[in-house]
């Protein structure tokens, strides 16, 4: 428990905050979008799963231009 204390939150809850953000952005537009490269149901997967960069990552390479 006093791991927990020892936290600087100050620096930890903003990357939390924008990480949460990335992370609904992205699964809107997944739902939304027609067409992507690779299964929608692997790239909610890398969105849900590999944090930070996942959402990244989708919006990089997942996204099928047109």
């Known amino acids: 428990m006093e791991e927990l204390a020892n ?10 905050v924008v990480q ?11 739902a939304r979008i027609h067409a992507t490269n690779g299964p929608k149901w692997l790239w909610a997967l890398i969105i849900l799963f590999i ?10 390479a997942g996204r099928k231009t047109t």
Not at 22 to 28: G, N, P, R, T
């Open 7 to 16: 936290i600087n939150w100050g620096l930890i809850a903003p990357l939390l």
């Open 20 to 30: 949460a953000i990335l992370m609904i952005v992205a699964l809107i537009d997944l």
């Open 51 to 60: 944090s930070l960069f996942g959402p990244v990552v989708y919006f990089i």
